[in-house]
């Protein structure tokens, strides 16, 4: 945005399906923080037994206080290693392909607005949505008709 760099937090489940997502301006532990509680706050989401992140040092502090807080229990994991996220990276090219598409946002909010509708999308796609398979491109193009009255 504007030529500065702005944060895309991801959560994916074991079986790859998009759980949250936010987008932050900067990349620190209150960052996490607000992430790991919005995800952790989804209605239909459990709680993780284990978390899997990359090398922040921001997300052992996020993690620590959230517990401390009481929205974690003590039991859930904290595992930080390069290669075991490799389910969202994956999950992610999908939708970077799209930002990447639509880029030169002019404010946060535009970015913000359009990387929800890139989400949900990719959600639906993927069979996030009740009653929409995941295969099944004649009922998502219906289902996103009917959500946003538009023709898809």
């Not at 996490?32 to 709680?47: E, Q, T």
């Not at 974690?72 to 390069?82: A, D, E, F, I, T």
Request: hydrophobic share 40%; aromatic share 10%.
């Amino acid at each position: 945005m504007k030529g500065e760099d702005r944060y895309l937090y991801r959560a994916v489940d074991s079986t790859g399906q998009t759980i949250e997502f936010l987008l932050t301006a900067k990349r620190d532990a209150a960052g996490a923080k607000r992430f790991f509680r919005k995800a952790l706050s989804s209605p239909g989401n459990p709680v993780p037994r284990v978390i899997n992140v990359d090398k922040n040092p921001a997300y052992p502090a996020a993690i620590e206080a959230l517990k401390s807080e009481g929205w974690l229990p003590r039991r859930v994991r904290l595992r930080q290693c390069k290669y075991l996220n490799n389910v969202i990276e994956q999950d992610h090219r999908a939708v970077k392909k799209r930002a990447w598409l639509a880029k030169g946002y002019g404010s946060f909010i535009t970015a913000w607005r359009t990387l929800q509708g890139i989400e949900a999308v990719h959600m639906i796609r993927k069979g996030r949505a009740r009653w929409v398979a995941k295969g099944d491109t004649a009922a998502q193009a219906g289902f996103i008709s009917a959500l946003f009255g538009i023709a898809a």
